[in-house]
């Protein structure tokens, strides 16, 4: 049984390659029939078994394969012969597209190789931290207050579709 449709009339071209957005025909794991995800090019890119989903904006195309319970969610792209599965989750920003197989974790962001990425702690919760890049930052008695430029987003479904800078 199908979990998804492509819809024909929903296209994007990516690199000269047309992608497709997707939409569920029934409900599986947390998507609800009617759902629409992100955009693949051929069904042979998303399993039409198991929970394996593309929201979004992201982008899954070429002999890229996703399956089992992974999800590839924000503006990721997948392709190439890249395989992800299990409970892998590729989101943000990251591009996924060499001969390589993610069976587990969470790929966030791509950065060039000599960009560093520090961390700052951004929340009372020891658990977490935030990546960022030369990051900037005032100490006060009580708090940590990033600083840096204002920007206006739109959101849709939980996901960022775009942003500006409105204020240096």
């Not at 090019?41 to 394969?65: D, T």
């Not at 520090?118 to 600083?147: A, H, M």
Request: charged share 30%; proline share 1%.
């Amino acid at each position: 049984m199908k979990k998804y449709k492509l819809l024909t009339k929903e296209s994007i071209e990516h690199f000269g390659v047309t992608l497709y957005r997707i939409e569920a025909v029934t409900d599986f794991g947390i998507v609800r029939k009617g759902e629409k995800g992100g955009f693949i090019e051929k069904e042979e890119n998303l399993s039409q078994e198991g929970n394996a989903w593309v929201y979004g904006n992201a982008l899954v195309y070429g002999n890229a394969r996703v399956y089992g319970n992974a999800l590839v969610y924000g503006n990721a792209w997948v392709s190439g012969n890249a395989l992800v599965y299990g409970n892998a989750w590729v989101s943000g920003n990251a591009w996924i597209s060499k001969k390589i197989k993610l069976t587990g974790g969470y790929f966030y962001h791509t950065k060039r190789k000599l960009e560093s990425m520090d961390t700052i702690e951004t929340t009372d919760d020891t658990d977490y931290e935030t990546l960022c890049r030369e990051p900037k930052t005032e100490s006060f008695e009580e708090e940590v207050k990033p600083v840096g430029k204002k920007v206006k987003i739109r959101i849709d479904g939980g996901q960022i579709l775009e942003g500006e800078v409105v204020e240096e």
